[in-house]
């Protein structure tokens, strides 16, 4: 059976990208749209790209119009939790109201599937780190906060019409492309692998632990790191299940099991063949001590079967681009 198009918000970005080139390696029709704020033309490789923004409903009401599409992937967000402290009205906008919009651009031109990026961020600062789907949701940053009310809105949407939607928790994702294609690229980038990566290559002097007497067993923060195209495999995974008529579901998706910054660290340093300049340093604010992911319902309802469960494999990927940047820069 031929399926219509799918449209890829914020496909020039970290995940978008990853995502984009799965479904295009399967044949699936899409299309990409991202403002290019942060995201990178080059991202998008051959795929035909719109530059505009997913809150624009005329713009949106006529892209669905004219090309065929029946599924949204949905990754355009502002997504530094840092930033989100400090000016979380950005995040409100830039997350929530845009998705507010383009769900309602969605319901106008009768798009019924959809599948979002939520994060980790949305559960907070859980009592024992590990994350259920049915815990209560308590995020500590206004970023997970504009997840979190994104993903209240689809809920409400799908209890009251025929709309049918995937969220997918995020845990720490990490790594790039394994042919070297494409990676994370974020400017500015705050997030432990990437940091500890430009580190390496030189374009920082030093690396950060933030915290080291978290009640962890080495005292330094621990996160459940999933390769960016094991996420991308559950964005396969997730269309697959909504075409089969499945209904609204949310699902963690992580490995279930996490490392510590310094583990981080050491497998940067194993793989990279060189040492670090690593600075302890207090907790950065709203860090939990561990956020670990509790995902067998992916596996069992989405078939969701990961295959780069590696910390160095994530790490390799990770460093392989930073270097090709390096003499590449975006
Ligand atoms: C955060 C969000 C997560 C989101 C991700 C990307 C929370 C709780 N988590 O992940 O949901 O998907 O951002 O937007 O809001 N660290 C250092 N030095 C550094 C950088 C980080 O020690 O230079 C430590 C942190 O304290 C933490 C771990 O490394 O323990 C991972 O941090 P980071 O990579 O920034 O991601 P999260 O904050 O876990």
């Not at 402290?85 to 031109?109: E, I, Q, W």
């Not at 998706?253 to 981080?264: K, L, N, T």
Request: charged share 20%; hydrophobic share 40%; proline share 4%.
């Amino acid at each position: 059976m031929s399926h219509k198009a799918i449209l890829i918000t914020g496909a020039a970005g970290y995940i978008g990208s990853h995502v984009l080139l799965q479904l295009q390696s399967r044949g699936e029709q899409v299309l990409a749209i991202d403002n290019l704020h942060t995201g990178f033309r080059q991202a998008v490789l051959s795929a035909p790209l719109i530059v505009g923004d997913v809150g624009d409903r005329e713009l949106l009401t006529g892209v669905f119009r004219e090309h065929g599409i029946d599924t949204v992937m949905h990754f355009a967000a502002s997504t530094i939790v840092p930033e989100s402290v400090h000016d979380p009205l950005k995040y409100y906008g830039n997350n929530t109201c845009a998705t507010r919009n383009l769900l309602d651009s969605c319901m106008r031109a009768g798009v019924r599937q959809l599948v979002f990026s939520s994060s980790a961020a949305v559960y907070g600062n859980p009592a024992g780190g590990i994350c259920d789907e049915e815990l209560a949701l308590a995020p500590v940053n206004p970023y997970g906060s504009s997840k979190l009310v994104s993903e209240w809105m689809l809920r409400d949407q799908a209890a009251s019409s025929d709309f049918r939607y995937v969220s997918l928790r995020y845990f720490n994702v990490a790594g790039s492309d394994l042919q070297g294609r494409i990676g994370q690229s974020t400017r500015a980038a705050t997030l432990l692998i990437k940091v500890a990566c430009e580190a390496i290559v030189g374009k920082r002097p030093h690396v950060a632990i933030f915290g080291t007497d978290y009640d962890t067993p080495d005292g330094t923060g621990v996160r459940d790191y999933v390769h960016v195209e094991d996420v991308a495999r559950a964005h396969v995974d997730a269309l697959d299940y909504l075409r089969r008529g499945g209904a609204a579901a949310v699902f963690n998706c992580g490995y279930s099991h996490g490392y510590s910054v310094r583990e981080v660290l050491e497998s940067v340093q194993r793989i990279a063949g060189s040492t670090l300049v690593v600075r302890e340093e207090p907790r950065r604010a709203g860090d939990p001590p561990t956020l670990i992911a509790r995902a067998e319902r992916i596996r069992s309802q989405l078939g969701w079967t990961p295959q780069l469960d590696n910390l160095d494999t994530i790490v390799d990927s990770a460093l392989r681009w930073e270097r090709k940047l390096q003499r590449e820069p975006w």
